[in-house]
């Protein structure tokens, strides 16, 4: 390759050239030009198409200029040989005499532009623009490489997810989809169609609160941890958590991106807690009982009775079911009471009956250490108390009873009028 460095070359740009022509003077009159134009030019010149394969494969070029007609190569074979090669550089056609057809037929075959050799003026503006142009374009072959692998490496950690993860638009077509979506759902991957839309993957029923979160996400309110009930291929159904956020292009919600959670072994397993927890909560209850045969069922009426109140009230299932789990076991503390105050027919004297007033506060010290879901040791301590500060142990008033002890002492106290007692028969529902 040669160098032309000199002092007066020093402050020029640096250019490396393949110069693909016969004629040796020819290519020092390039150089020339490409001096005048402000470049300093380092460069080859070859003259067939093995040497221009060589010097393509040997350096790096900035700019091929290439003689249209070679007495063993051509400008055209050149240009083919250079796409060959897969080589973004531009390259430029020179020749002596050029006819319009000729030009043509070099730039429908890939050149950059065509010059005569007698009017090279504005070879330089044309080498500064390719150059630019082929920066471009790397730079934006770079951009799209960096994306593509961004894009893969996206898919493929979306992939990896235990979760099925998804994109639906605004009209609830399914846009896009994780490998997970595909085993949860139960479909293959060419059972996909343009057409899906995200209703059809939930279970009959859950239609208005699916079109219900859709909107409130659309308006920018995110879901988090929604249960839904959702529907396989097979016809089966499974429940799961959803956790979505809008896509937001350009300010606008154009549609919504999340994951899908599958809870059935977390459902199965609560069950399975719930069901010991139960039974858990059974026995104390029937310990109770053993010490105050007079009172046996009364624990599971009020149960079910404060339920029922609740249940009325519309208040939640899960706190409605914590106000059972209490009912089951207010008179817990009745174990600190002495069985013969229990089982006395007559009625208590009011030292026996201080003792009984003991009951809630002794239930809150044994239960007051678990954890259960619901504030049941509070609810034990508070059932007797009254909106008036009537009642114990705290003799508390109003609203700083909560309400579930307020629903418990209802119905305790309509379970108990209702019931025989030793010391009175029943009262009957009417009185109570």
């Known amino acids: 390759m040669k160098n032309h ?49 060589k010097a393509l494969g040997e350096a790096a070029w900035d700019i091929v200029l290439c003689d249209y007609k070679l007495p063993q190569f ?13 080589q973004d550089i531009p390259i430029i056609v020179i020749s002596g005499t050029i006819g319009e057809e000729t030009a043509v037929e070099c730039m429908k075959a890939g050149a950059h532009d065509y010059f005569m050799k007698g009017r090279l003026s504005r070879l330089g503006p044309a080498i500064a623009r390719e150059i630019k142009e082929a920066q471009n374009r790397k730079n934006q072959k770079a951009a799209e490489k960096a994306l593509r692998e961004s894009e893969e490496k996206y898919r493929e950690m979306i992939d990896f997810l235990p979760m099925a993860v998804f994109e639906i638009d605004a009209a609830g077509r399914l846009i896009t989809f994780n490998a997970f979506s595909l085993e949860l759902f139960g479909y293959r991957p060419d059972d996909y169609e343009e057409s899906m839309n995200a209703l059809q993957f939930f279970a009959p029923g859950e239609d ?95 149960s079910h009775l404060a339920q029922a109140i609740a ?9 409605a079911e914590g106000i059972r789990i209490a009912g089951l076991i207010h008179d817990i503390g009745k174990i ?25 506060q002794a239930g809150y010290d044994i239960l007051k250490d678990i954890e259960f879901p619901w504030p049941i040791a509070e609810v034990v301590l508070q059932h007797h108390e009254r909106l008036d500060g009537s009642g114990y142990p705290q003799n508390l008033q109003g609203e700083n009873i909560i309400l579930e002890a307020r629903i418990l002492a209802v119905a305790d106290v309509m379970e108990a009028i209702s019931s025989h007692r030793p010391y009175r028969p029943a009262w009957g529902t009417k009185a109570a």
Request: aromatic content about 6%; overall charge positive.
């Open 5 to 53: 460095n000199d002092a007066k070359t020093d402050n020029l740009k640096p250019l490396r050239v393949l110069i693909v022509e016969d004629s040796a003077d020819d290519a020092l009159l390039l150089v020339r030009e490409l001096i005048k134009s402000g470049y300093r030019p380092e460069y080859r010149r070859v003259e067939t198409a093995s040497e221009m394969k």
């Open 74 to 86: 051509s400008g055209i074979s050149a240009i083919e040989l250079l796409q060959e090669t897969n």
């Open 208 to 302: 208005a609160k699916f079109k219900t979160h859709m909107q409130k996400i659309l308006q920018g309110v995110p879901v988090a941890g929604q249960e839904f009930l959702f529907l396989r291929k097979d016809g089966s159904t499974f429940p799961g958590l959803v956790y979505a956020s809008a896509v937001v292009k350009e300010k606008n919600a154009v549609g919504v991106r999340g994951a899908i959670i599958d809870i059935t072994e977390r459902k199965q397993s609560f069950e399975k807690v719930r069901k010991a927890l139960n039974a858990t909560v059974r026995a104390m209850a029937a310990t109770v009982e053993t010490r105050d045969p007079y009172t046996a069922g009364h624990q599971y009426r009020v």
């Open 311 to 319: 249940e009325e009230m519309r208040l939640d299932e899960e706190r």
């Open 336 to 360: 600190a009471v002495p069985a013969e105050i229990l089982t006395k027919p007559g009625k208590l004297t009011p030292l026996e009956y201080n003792l009984v007033k003991i009951h809630p």
